[in-house]
């Protein structure tokens, strides 16, 4: 089973919402929509729902042409970010809900919600009232009413955003653990989300998505390893990656008057001309013998710091692996792990990366 969008494009107003948007997806895979807040994932979703009907473009599932049926008649189940649930039905009956609405009989409906319910893990929950679950669990119900229609196409619409940090950890993982399941194996399921490392951790393909448009789809680990503009490097990257500007002459990198680097082994052949550089936070850090920054932001995160500096027109954040404090102001000797670089042109997209080399 294959689902193939074709040029979709949706244009409400004066902005595109989704703009020839491509992409095949087929069952048994998770897909990831990644991208930040009105990039267009929510509306990609509902398309494929069937909640909106695109300007143009095409849909099919199965070489059946998927976007010509209603939406009652979809094999598709949704999952929001608000949990939707009825408050007054018990767990089992919130669960049981859509097999009802198909008037199944009894016996089946009993096996599919229980089936269900064991694999978001709320077996033995089923005749508590809503009001009396956790919010991960109300979310787990809602997930378990998609996935008791047994459906083609499970789109789950940020669904743990709402949560707090330490619910997200272990529904994220919950979520893996369901997608890759045997009962699974003949869905396709669609995860958006603004979060890089929650699209990194789901695994299967991710599609990179800004302004309405599919920029890049892969694998988790070919999209950050190499990725193929400047946005998808900031959008798969928290926080964003480090971009600069700067020159490459006889074997160096220019990047100010007191800057230059040594072009690395990854970037040798590099021709003379402007670049726009790339390197992750962790490619930053302190040495005493580096270039001089000075300190804008001191970010404590957990056990790691990250350090926002600036040098003229060179903003960048750099990661230390331990909390440090400092002055806004205070001059700090940065070094640039060059094995780390990425180098795009001024199209911005990938020249070079340090896992593949020249393009």
Known sequence: MSLIASNLSF???????LDNVCFEMSKGQIYTILG???????????TLAGLISPDEGTLTLD?????SIPVWKREVAMVYQQFINYPHLSVYENVAFPLKQRRMQSDQIKARVMKALQQVGLDGFENRKIQALSGGQQQRVALARSLVKEASVILLDEPLVNLDYKL???LREEFRNIFSSEASKDSILIYSSTDPVEAMQLGGQILVMDEGRILQQGTSKEVYENPNCTKVAQITNDPAMNLFEGRVDNGRIILSSEIDLELPQH?????TGSYIFGMRAAGITLNSTGFPFSVELSEIS?????LHIRHEMIGVVGLLDSVQNFNTGEVVRVQFDTLQLYVFDQNEQLVSSPYRGLE
């Open 11 to 17: 244009k409400p107003g004066n902005e595109w919402h």
């Open 36 to 46: 930040r807040t009105l990039a267009g994932k929510t509306t990609l979703l509902k």
């Open 63 to 67: 070489d059946r042409d998927f976007g």
């Open 168 to 170: 997200r950890e272990q």
């Open 267 to 271: 970037c040798k052949g590099l021709a």
């Open 302 to 306: 957990g056990s790691e710091t990250f």
